[in-house]
């Protein structure tokens, strides 16, 4: 909805031009493997590919028939194979049982990998021992970036969170350069780099060599700031329930690429899958509102649209060919459009409401106030009882973990000790007065009947050992006052995005940090988040016409992702300073890809 | 524990919606199914001049945009498992393509960026060539190389001080790709029987990423009795311990599974884990003397609950409380005599009362509560408060008499109300504000109740009862 925007802000560079070159070179490598093959390719690549290319253009290029990598046996009869692939163990490893079954079975063919954005030593490790090596010819297709809307990029890595921070591999590091280095030579130089995390400082140094190494042409800025952020200096806020539009049909639907809605939203008797963009206009309107300004805003539009249609009865036959002509075709598509949200609404509503939304809202917002704890560890204790949702009592958990880490005085001593080993949960004690946690603990313990729980709390809280967050909020005034009332209407900052009760904590660095050019001022909050901030600034621009604008383009890149009600805060700071931002994230995550990044089920 | 969790969610989540505000806004949802009706009754009008809609992709019936990838290998798919039921010799004429008249190649040659990477040329460089400069290397050097993706021999770096000294420049330069590809190499299997796990793990034990990467890769290799070895030699026994304890998910027969988490307890874990695996091995004991038992009865179709509520899934590997709720779904009371003593009374009771409701057994329901004094009159008593007894009972659509029994039993006045008024329990708003003397409530609750029914009239009455002296 029309937010009093400053009308100066800059346009965003055009990012269709990282497909682009993603799309050539792709052509390129399937053409150093020239006449007919087969392609496999990997499952969560297809999407992004279907981003970038077609089934058209994948056929001028020789490919015959198009494979998901599905670990089974594979059928293929062409004498060429050409795998797409992400640089996994599990996928080579494959790879190298179907090549070696080929060879027992007396058929040669020639195979081809690309692993995408790169390869890892360890996967042609894997080609070696299996004997493979050298009949399996191998590339690189860097494919690093790809843009999810005007102001999302993403390098589509789910995994960076857990590979970097719970297992503490640094293979995603240089990618992380790699990808910040293209987009600084297209669309750079930065002039200003502010970081916080361990991670973002490696990356930074990936990428400021391979800046060093290659040569940089002078350009047009078309972005001045970066500002790099890991995912551990902010574990609060991805765990919060969304309840911002976008954010929410994420946590309900969950977007990977497009979303699918189910027939009872489509109100068809199929599901239909839908690509929520910009490009959808009555999306674009809702997507930073809060939840309950949508309906208000759906049923002013319904009411537009009978109106437009109205206007046909008594049109003569010019008026009604010019309406024909001109308004009907945008009065349809925004009729279908319409209706389909209204439809998503409707039915978030009820799945909410069996969930008793409001009860878990209030839980998560105490937690965040550090009130009524008590009341908290009851209500998630009660979750725990009856099964509710396995995912969603781990979640409380972690939130009440990590808000109330700082503050162990108010419990005693022993529960610091308690909060610490948090990684002992599936203790089997009975309940002890005033012992709520342990109890709780052997709670979780048997809500799983494997380490699920365990490993997960732990990581979180071995990830988390410092969290301060208690304090943080009270310096950085996270949490708005009780008792003041917050027109979600009207928001004045940017804790509407969660109802008022919490600005996100990432997003309060990112401001305070481009207020004050630098983190002069905010030493105690760096303290308290382990530090490693720093912040670059590159070459002095002298042309005072990029300054203005490409000064106030920003490049925020998440690494371990980032959440989409951090993109509507975002996008709220940036209507409200002047600003654009521009949010390059390893993966769009919420609190239920956070918890199932950390479940350890699999084998 | 994922793979089951539709299955729980059927046992758990079948319970009906509650009112819900957002914001207390409850109108809403009402204006919101309005513009539903005006915006679906358009639809009429528009599906008449449908049909140049060219601005909307075309789906398939999957949803899928026709001629997208993801369509492409659905149908890749499917036509495979043609080929499976009906071989052919042939393969069967491949999809039409355009051809294409000019490549890209000799264009993107130029275009090629510095930073991809070339192995191939390196490789092809005859041997003798590099051969001599390869040696001079420094540690510094070969790491700089190894990122770039360029060919180096780690077999220079033979003593161990050498291999150290490149595996620390390794971590300095923070690529986790290299310093897994140093760690390898520097870690070969040879290696570990030759110096011996002692001498690998003095050297590890110092460097905290190297030994993380290396941990990882071992996992991500599934090279299991290496890292049990590493585990050990490294002195952390607990993580030795979760590790064999994990092997459990790989087994796929529970009664292997069953004998290998038994073989688990007697693992070094921290005494409070070697108990809870001691209890994941009886609960999954107990799941397949259960499962054996029901499946024989299912089979036979006799008993009553599994005719009403077939089974949805096997119970085995279910958690515990889920176990319980199946168990309390067919033999009411039976199981609470062998309660596993790591059930709360609370615990028990929820998913005693979430069984029972579902089945609308309400009789039951009450003798959960129930508890005799020594003079042998009854009580109620909960220990979960009977608010939450009231939430479960609605969701499992209890009707109003069992429900308004229930609602009488909440002790906070104000939460009694509400209730009360929520689940249109009537007779108790009514006497409430009685009590309370409320005349003017009253007043306001006569009009939310239908006009002319009992209710209507009992306010009626005690309205015109001049004995009250009301309060207002």
Known sequence: ???????????????????????????????????????????????????????????????????KVENTPIFSTCDQICFLIRPRIQTVKWIADTVNADKAAGKFRKYKIIFTPQKFYACETVLEEQGIYGDVSTD?????????????????????????????????????????????????????????????????????????????????????????????????????????????????????????????VTTADKSMKVMLNSQDKVFSEIRNEHFSNVFGFLSQKARNLQTAYDKRRGMDIK???????????????????????????????????????????????????????????????????????????????????????????????????????????????????????????????????????????????????????????????????????????????????????????????????????????????????????????????????????????ILVMFLGGCSYSEISALRFLGREKGYKFIVLTTAIINSARLMEAMLDNHV | MMRSKPDEDDYWNSSKCRAFTFDDDYDELSSLKESKRAVNSIRQFVVDEDEDEDDMVKVSWSGEPIGSITWSIKETASSTKQEQSFPKIDSGPSLPRQGSGYSLSSLFKAFSEPSTRNFAPELRKPKSEYKDYVSDWSPEETVKRMQRGKFCSLETFRSLKDKMQLLDQAVCANDGNVITAVCTHVFLQKYFLQCKLEVLSRELMSRDVALRHYIHYLKEMGEQKLLVELFKSLGRTEDMALLQYREHLSIKDEVRRKEYLKSCISLPFPPDDAGHVQDHYTL?????????????????????????????????????????????????????????????????????????????????????????????????????????????????????????????????????????????????????????????????????????????????????????????
């Open chain 2, 284 to 472: 999954l004991e107990r799941q397949i003397i259960i499962e054996a038992n029901d499946k024989h009865l299912e089979n036979k179709g006799q008993v009553e609950v599994f005719k009403k509520h077939p089974r949805k899934a096997s119970i085995l590997n279910m958690p515990i409380i889920t176990t319980l709720y199946y168990s309390c779904l067919q033999f009411p009371f039976k199981l609470s005599l062998t309660l596993p003593s790591t059930i709360s009374e609370k615990q028990y009771l929820l998913t005693a009362l979430s069984a029972r409701a579902k089945l609308k057994e309400w009789l039951d329901v009450g003798s959960l509560f129930t508890t005799k004094n020594w003079l042998g009159y009854t009580k109620k008593r909960s220990p979960i408060g009977f608010h939450r007894v009231v939430d479960i009972l609605h969701k499992n659509n209890a009707p109003a008499q069992v429900l308004q029994e229930y609602v009488c039993l909440v002790e906070d006045p104000n939460l009694k109300i509400s209730l009360a008024q929520k689940y249109k329990c009537h007779d108790i708003v009514i006497d409430m504000y009685k009590d309370q003397k409320d005349r003017q409530q009253l007043i306001v609750y006569q009009g939310k109740v239908e006009r002319g029914s009992p209710e209507d009239k009992k306010i009626q009455d005690i309205l015109n009862n001049t004995q009250i002296r009301w309060k207002n």
């Open chain 1, 319 to 553: 008026q009604m060919r010019t309406f024909v002509s001109e308004e009907l075709k945008g009065l349809k598509q925004e009729h279908r459009l319409l209706s389909l949200h209204i439809g998503a609404s409707e039915s978030m509503m009820k799945k909410k409401t069996k969930q008793d939304f409001q009860e878990l809202l209030k839980t998560e917002h105490s937690l965040l106030e550090g009130f009524d704890i008590r009341e908290c560890i009851t209500y998630i204790e009660e979750h725990i009882n009856r099964q509710v949702s396995m995912i969603d009592s781990l979640r409380l958990l972690c939130l009440l973990s990590l808000t109330e880490n700082g503050e162990s005085q108010s419990y005693g001593i022993e529960h610091l000790l308690t909060f610490a080993n948090l990684r002992q949960l599936g203790l089997l004690v009975e309940q002890q007065p005033g012992d709520a946690l342990t109890a709780m603990e052997s709670k979780v313990g048997k809500l799983v009947n494997d380490k699920t729980a365990e490993k997960l709390t732990g990581a979180f809280s071995s990830l988390a050992k410092k969290s301060n967050f208690r304090a943080l909020s009270k310096k950085l005034a996270l949490v708005p006052k009780t008792g003041e009332e917050y027109d979600l209407r009207v928001p004045r900052d940017m804790a509407y995005v969660f109802s008022g009760a919490y600005i996100p904590l990432s997003c309060k660095l990112i401001e305070q940090v481009l207020e004050r050019d630098g983190w002069t001022g905010l030493e105690e909050v760096t303290r308290m988040l382990n530090g490693n901030e720093f912040v670059v600034t590159g070459e002095a621009i002298s042309d005072a016409r990029f300054k203005t604008d490409s000064q106030r383009i």
């Open chain 1, 140 to 264: 690189e297709w860097a494919f690093y970036l790809l843009p999810l809307d005007d102001d999302i990029i993403s390098l589509e890595l789910p995994e960076f969170f857990r590979d970097n921070f719970l297992e503490g591999d640094q293979r995603w590091v240089t990618t992380g350069g790699s990808a910040l280095h293209l987009l600084h030579s297209l669309f750079g130089p930065f002039s200003k780099v502010y970081g916080i995390g361990r991670c973002a400082k490696m990356v930074y140094e990936s990428w400021r060599e391979q800046v060093e190494e290659s040569e940089q042409k002078a350009q047009k800025s078309e972005i001045g700031n970066v500002f790099l952020i890991d995912r551990d200096v902010d574990f609060v806020t991805p765990l919060c329930s969304q309840v911002v539009y976008e954010g929410l049909v994420d946590d309900i639907f969950r977007i990977k690429w497009c979303v699918e809605f189910g027939p009872d």
């Open chain 1, 1 to 67: 909805m029309a937010h009093s925007a400053r009308r100066d802000a800059p346009e965003l560079p055009d990012f269709s031009l990282l497909k682009r070159l993603a799309r050539d070179q792709l052509i390129y490598l399937l053409e150093q493997l020239p006449g007919k093959k087969d392609l496999f390719i990997e499952a969560d690549l297809m999407s992004p590919l279907d981003r970038i290319a077609n089934v058209t253009m994948l056929k001028q290029h020789d490919v015959d028939k198009l494979y």
